[in-house]
């Protein structure tokens, strides 16, 4: 099988594990090196989640800009 669903699903599985692999290191960097910062630990999620979506619309709206969506 190929074409348009093929490739579709492939982008979905590498951005699922892409996805899953930030939020494990994420997660164990928190706890590995949250008592060295000043900030709680709910703060640094609330901090990398706030930086994440910040990231993914701003791609997204490139992505739109340049028409590939």
Do not use: I, K
């Not at 706890?31 to 791609?59: D, M, N």
């Amino acid at each position: 099988m190929s074409g348009p669903c093929q490739s579709r699903l492939g982008f979905d599985l590498v951005t699922t594990l892409v996805g899953s692999g930030l939020t494990l290191l994420v997660s164990a960097a928190a706890l590995r090196y949250g008592e060295q910062v000043r900030w709680t630990l709910p703060e640094l999620y609330a901090g990398v989640g706030a930086g994440l979506l910040g990231l993914g619309l701003l791609v997204g709206l490139v992505y739109v800009a340049a028409g590939w969506r």
